[in-house]
C-alpha cells in the first residue's frame, strides 16, 4: 500500500503558472507505470513554496518493478470491493482497489497472499482539482485477521500542494512541476499493542505526464511508542503520460507509425503507434514551419501498440506533422485540421 501511495496519485493539465491536477487524470485499466528505485544518497526534497528550483540530473538505479492498472473484474477479489473501478498490482498475485470518479481518488483496500484489507472508511489520495495550495486532511479505517490477530487500524492523510518550480531530472527539465507533500499516520491496533507507521513522501507531477515522475517517501516505524526503525526511498519514474493508451502488450514485429484518424479532422484525431523494445519515445506536434507546437509523448514506453487522442482545440486549422522518435527509429506523418 505505502509503494501504491507513492505512485497512484495523478498527474496533471497545465494552468496559466502552475499544473492543476484533474479528474480526466485519473488511472485507467491497460495502463503501466514502470518506476526505478535510486540510491537516496544525497538526495533531499528541497524547500517549499513558489518558483522553486530542484536539481537531479544524476540517479543511480538499485531496483525497477511496474504497477499495472487492470478491470477489477479480472481479479480474484473483485466480488469483495464492488464500489472499485479499478484495481493495481506489480505480481499479479497481491491487488489494491480503487475508485475513481469526477471530485476525488480512493482506496478502498487490498487483497492476497492470504490476507484481505478492506477499508470501512476508504482512505482518500487525492481530491480534484488540486493545485499549488491545495489541500485536504482525510481519515480512514479497516477491520481485519492478520497472523492470528485481529487489528483495528485507524489513520490520518493530509495531503498539500506545497510547492512548484522547476525540476531536473535524467530525462530533462521541466518547469511549472507541481509537488505535494503526503503525511500518513497508520495506526494499527491488536490485543498486544499499537503500532504505528509515520509516511511523508513529496511527489513531483509535471505536465504531459499521468502520475508523479519523482518521489521521495521517509517513514518511521513504533511499537507501542518505542521507535522500531525508519526508512527513506527515492523512486523515478517518466512514464505515463496524459492521453496515451496501451492497447497492446504483444511485441510488434517492426517499429510503426500509423496515419491519424480521421483525417482531415476537428478536434480530435487519434494517433496510433507500436514500438519494439522498452525505451525512451518522443512524439511532438510541428507547424508547417517547423514550429514544435505540442508535446504528446516524452517518456520511456514498454514493447507494444499505443494510440494517443490528440485534441488540437487550442491550434488553428492548418496542416500539421506529427513526428515518432526512438533510439533507432524515426518517422513523420502529415494531417490536417480543419475548423
Request: net charge neutral; proline share 5%.
Amino acid at each position: 500500500m505505502k509503494k501504491l501511495i507513492a505512485v497512484l496519485i495523478l498527474t496533471a493539465t497545465q494552468s496559466i503558472a502552475q499544473i492543476t491536477l484533474t479528474s480526466a487524470n485519473n488511472p485507467s485499466p491497460g495502463e503501466n507505470n514502470h518506476y526505478t528505485i535510486c540510491d537516496t544518497t544525497n538526495i533531499s526534497e528541497g524547500t517549499s513554496g513558489a518558483n522553486q528550483t530542484w536539481s537531479f540530473p544524476v540517479l543511480t538505479g538499485t531496483d525497477s518493478g511496474t504497477v499495472r492498472f487492470v478491470n477489477p473484474g479480472s481479479t480474484p477479489y473483485a466480488s469483495q470491493f464492488p464500489s472499485s473501478n479499478i484495481a493495481t498490482t506489480e505480481d499479479e498475485a497481491t491487488f489494491s482497489y480503487l475508485t475513481s470518479s469526477s471530485s476525488n481518488l480512493i482506496s478502498n483496500g487490498s487483497a492476497g497472499l492470504g490476507l484481505t484489507i478492506n477499508y470501512s472508511n476508504p482512505q482518500t489520495y487525492l481530491q480534484f482539482p488540486f493545485s499549488y495550495s491545495s489541500n485536504f486532511t482525510d481519515n480512514f479505517a479497516a477491520h481485519y485477521s492478520s497472523q492470528g490477530f485481529e487489528v483495528f487500524s485507524t489513520g490520518t492523510v493530509t495531503v498539500t500542494a506545497d510547492a512548484w518550480g522547476t525540476i531536473t531530472l535524467p530525462a530533462g527539465t521541466f518547469s511549472n512541476a507541481l509537488r505535494l507533500k503526503f503525511v500518513t499516520v497508520t495506526n494499527d491496533s491488536t490485543s498486544i499493542g499499537i503500532s504505528t507507521s509515520n509516511a511523508t513522501s513529496y511527489s513531483w507531477f509535471v505536465n504531459g505526464r499521468k502520475l508523479p515522475i519523482f518521489t521521495i517517501t521517509y517513514t518511521s516505524f513504533s511499537f507501542n511508542g518505542f521507535p522500531l526503525g525508519s526508512d527513506k526511498s527515492v523512486n523515478y519514474s517518466d512514464h505515463v503520460t496524459i492521453g496515451i493508451t496501451n492497447i497492446s502488450t504483444e511485441t510488434p514485429g517492426e517499429y510503426r507509425l500509423s496515419q491519424n484518424y480521421p483525417n482531415p479532422f476537428n478536434p480530435a484525431t487519434t494517433l496510433e503507434f507500436g514500438i519494439t523494445k522498452p525505451e525512451f519515445v518522443s512524439l511532438k506536434i510541428y507547424d508547417m514551419l517547423g514550429k514544435e507546437t505540442a508535446v504528446l509523448v516524452s517518456a520511456k514506453l514498454r514493447p507494444g501498440t499505443y494510440k494517443y487522442n490528440f485534441n488540437a482545440s487550442g491550434l488553428t486549422s492548418g496542416i500539421y506533422f506529427y513526428t515518432l522518435k526512438t533510439e533507432n527509429f524515426s518517422e513523420t506523418k502529415r494531417m490536417t485540421l480543419v475548423k
